[in-house]
């Protein structure tokens, strides 16, 4: 065990050590099976606009100009719009920028497992690599697999043809490879004889059914992998998540959306 993670169990109460090791099932990882988290603050740096809006909210309409200036140009400009905050922003000094970062964070972490400086070696942790709009990339990659099932009960040539159209070059890639393997994994039927045609739609089925399939295979994860994930998308999107990460019964099928994941991320992220 490396002196970071020593020096942080020793600031720790006996209790919060036992609650800390509960969530990596009995052991807290040593340096050699084990990958080191960013700071805090390049923690913080990466979590969804959404997160962090309901905090800010609850400040003063001054404090709330003082919060946004210490956060990336994207989560500020989006915050921004949604509270209608029309001014410039000013360049805090240091000592108040600290401040605000440890703020928002002490707030931003309430509902946060115990997040040692390590978490447990495990390739899904790759996920933590990605950003934003590669996550939604996997997640719409991870779809096909489910449209691959289903597209070849669709015997209307204009429905095909809507599809191709409304789909990537690398998703017409990946998803004329699926068609020539059998999916091993599947979820049910996407009932595409009912879709509308619109490109909104199957894009929200799409990630609907690649979050499905992110879920289970991050079922039984390390507990930080998966809240430092969440946070780095979309609130509803992190909640449906959430929601859908329940036990697939099967280790067969689990480590097959596990491999689905790993592959779409090295081929296409």
């Known amino acids: 065990?490396?002196?970071?993670?020593?020096?942080?169990?020793?600031?720790?109460t006996e209790e919060q050590r036992s609650k800390l090791a509960s969530y990596y099932e009995g052991q807290i990882p040593t340096v050699e099976d084990a990958e080191k988290l960013p700071l805090t603050e390049d923690i913080l740096r990466s979590i969804h606009p959404s997160w962090l809006e309901p905090i800010i909210h609850n400040f003063s309409y001054?404090?709330?100009?003082?919060?946004?200036?210490?956060?990336?140009?994207?989560?500020?400009?989006?915050?921004?719009?949604?509270?209608?905050?029309?001014?410039?922003?000013?360049?805090?000094?240091s000592l108040l920028t600290k401040f605000l970062l440890q703020t928002l964070a002490k707030a931003l972490l309430e509902d946060a497992p115990p997040?040692?400086?390590?978490?447990?070696?495990?390739?899904?942790n790759e996920l933590l690599?990605?950003?934003?709009?590669?996550l939604e990339q996997v997640c719409s990659f991870l779809g096909l697999h489910d449209l691959a099932s289903d597209i070849k009960k669709i015997i209307q040539s204009d429905k095909l043809k809507r599809i191709e159209e409304i789909l990537s070059a690398d998703e017409k890639k990946h998803l004329k490879e699926l068609l020539k393997t059998k999916?091993?994994?599947?979820?049910?039927?996407?009932?595409?004889?009912?879709?509308?045609?619109k490109a909104e739609?199957?894009?929200?089925?799409?990630?609907?059914?690649?979050?499905?399939?992110?879920?289970k295979a991050l079922y039984n994860a390390c507990p930080t992998l998966i809240w430092l994930l969440t946070h780095r998308m979309e609130k509803s999107h992190a909640e449906m998540?959430?929601?859908?990460?329940v036990d697939p019964k099967n280790v067969m099928a689990q480590e097959?959306?596990?491999?689905?994941v790993m592959t779409i991320i090295k081929e296409y992220s």
Request: proline share 5%; hydrophobic share 40%.
């Open 129 to 134: 690599n990605l950003t934003e709009q590669q």
């Open 241 to 245: 998540l959430q929601k859908l990460c």
């Open 183 to 197: 999916e091993i994994v599947t979820f049910g039927s996407l009932n595409l004889q009912n879709w509308d045609g």
């Open 115 to 124: 997040l040692a400086p390590l978490i447990p070696k495990a390739p899904l």
């Open 201 to 215: 739609s199957l894009r929200e089925v799409l990630r609907a059914r690649g979050l499905n399939r992110l879920a």
């Open 62 to 93: 001054g404090d709330k100009r003082a919060f946004l200036s210490v956060l990336t140009e994207e989560q500020s400009k989006t915050i921004k719009e949604e509270l209608r905050i029309e001014e410039p922003l000013k360049e805090p000094s």
């Open 256 to 260: 097959a959306l596990q491999e689905q």
């Open 1 to 12: 065990m490396d002196f970071v993670l020593a020096h942080y169990l020793q600031t720790l």
